[in-house]
């Protein structure tokens, strides 16, 4: 094991790069380096597209995102630029341990810091409310995306499993609360702007109303993603689906427990590099008017929420 450079948080094995790259042939010499200089180039070209000086690293993880595909990395970069003009709340530069205290008491945020052996990323998410208010959700989203940016900048994975741990939530009143758009908005923004790839989402829940809330999430998830949804019952459950030692020393596993991995992450996101940084990637957004306006009515009219009264002239 190692970590990466960058974060001690997001652990990498040794063969890790190596061995990711492989799985989308992206392992021949030249190949990587290649596909990246291509989209340096394709970014250039893109008038609409604001931010020019996208590091090789970010394009590395970005085609790794769109299983080796240049064309599939070009679409992902193009989405994430445009949903930041089209949906800017989501995009607030936010201390969250000062801005969003609230949300802080609610939610547990946890990317794990060993991946599987199949260089998996698990992240946990605890929920621990039963009273839900409506403008929770949007902390809880903005709170999720500024994780999305850390793990996007110094992660390299296969793809991610998330648990969520719901046993102290009321799924009842979340489904009469949530805004189905903004939870779509922001089912979007994770898979086709950030491109996570997810192998299982695992809910701890024993809710009646938990089918009637997945129902609800799987409209918005392609059917494939969909069926790998899975309830457990219990947190006795979760080794069956993630490998026991990697998880928290309160869900049966041997990392750290769940209060300090939050502390660690809360430092990590609200650190003033990361907070630089944010500033610089949500400003990687596009200037509408300078796209053509046949291929934003093409590729953006189906998309969640009021985007196709958006007017490009």
Not at 82 to 108: G, S
Not at 272 to 296: I, Q
């Amino acid at each position: 094991m190692e970590s990466q450079p960058e974060s001690h948080l997001l652990k990498l094995r040794k063969d890790t790069k190596e061995n990711v790259r492989k799985i989308y042939n992206l392992d021949k010499p030249g190949r990587l380096e290649e596909a990246i200089k291509i989209l340096q180039h394709w970014i250039q070209k893109q008038d609409h597209i604001l931010k020019k000086d996208w590091n090789a690293d970010y394009l590395d993880k970005t085609l790794i995102a769109s299983k080796g595909s240049v064309e599939k990395a070009k679409k992902q970069i193009d989405r994430l630029c445009t949903m930041k003009t089209l949906i800017p709340k989501f995009f607030e530069v936010i201390n969250v341990k000062k801005e969003l205290p609230t949300i802080l008491d609610l939610a547990m945020v946890m990317p794990l810091p060993t991946q599987t052996e199949e260089y998996y990323r698990v992240i946990l998410v605890k929920i621990d409310t039963k009273e839900i208010k409506p403008e929770f959700f949007m902390m809880y989203f903005q709170y999720c995306l500024s994780v999305a940016e850390y793990i996007k900048t110094h992660d390299y994975a296969n793809g991610f499993i998330l648990v969520y741990d719901c046993r102290e939530l009321n799924l009842a009143e979340v489904i009469t609360k949530i805004s189905t758009v903004e939870l779509q908005q922001f089912i979007t923004l994770l898979i086709e702007g950030y491109g996570a790839r997810l192998k299982g989402i695992h809910i701890v829940s024993e809710s009646k109303a938990i089918e009637m809330l997945i129902n609800i999430v799987k409209q918005f998830l392609s059917e494939k993603v969909g069926n790998r949804i899975h309830v457990q019952r219990s947190i006795e459950d979760l080794p069956k689906v993630v490998p026991k030692g990697i998880l928290p020393v309160e869900y049966g596993g041997n990392e750290k427990s769940i209060k300090e991995l939050q502390e660690e992450w809360l430092e990590a996101i609200t650190s003033e590099e990361h907070m630089e940084h944010l500033k610089v990637m949500y400003k990687a957004c596009t200037d509408e008017t300078r796209r053509n306006a046949g291929k934003f009515n093409e590729e953006y009219m189906g998309m969640p929420g009021s985007f196709r009264n958006l007017s490009v002239d």
